[in-house]
C-alpha cells in the first residue's frame, strides 16, 4: 500500500488514462489500472484535512470484487505502525547516522539501532508513555539544564553589567 498523489494516471477501462484526482472512488475502493504497473485496488481515506488516495497492489489470486472496507482498514493500520517505526528508529536511534565503511561495523551498527529501538519501546511500555519522542524531550531537557548550568558556572565575569548613564 502506498499513497496516490493527485497527478498519477490511472485507467478504468485500460487504455484511458485521466489522474487519479478526478475519479469518484466509492468507499469500498474501485479497481483501476495505474500507468506502468497493472491492476490495483485505489481507496479514498478522509483522515485529516486533504482528502487522501491510497493505492494497494493484490496478487491475482487474492482480488475479489467484493467490498473490502474493513481490509482496508486493517491494512492502513499497519501501513501507518509501519510508518511510524522509521519515522522512530531514523529520528531517535540515528539508524542512517553512521560514519563506518565496513560490513561487519555497519551491522554492529544497525544491531545496535534496532536493540535501541527495542529498548525504547519496552520503556515506554513499562512506563505507560503516550510516545517515545516523549521520553526524549524529556532527557533532552535535562541535558540542556544540565549543559548550560556547567557553561555558566564561573563565568559572571561575562554577563554584562550596565550602570546607569548620569548626565552631569
Known sequence: M????NNRLVSVEKGTWQPVQSLDIPAHGMFVYLRGFGRVKIFR????DPLRRYIVYLPE??????DQEDDFKIAHDAH???AQYHRAIK???HIEHFQVRGKIPISNHTFSALCGYVYLQKVCAIQFLSSLYQMQRA???????EFTEHL????NHLDPQCERVVNV
Do not use: Y
Open 91 to 93: 529520528q531517535l536511534c
Open 80 to 82: 501507518w505502525h509501519i
Open 2 to 5: 502506498f499513497g496516490g498523489e
Open 61 to 66: 489470486k487474492s482480488q475479489p470484487d467484493t
Open 139 to 145: 532527557l533532552f531537557k535535562e541535558v540542556v539544564a
Open 45 to 48: 481515506a478522509q483522515l485529516k
Open 152 to 155: 555558566v558556572a564561573g563565568k
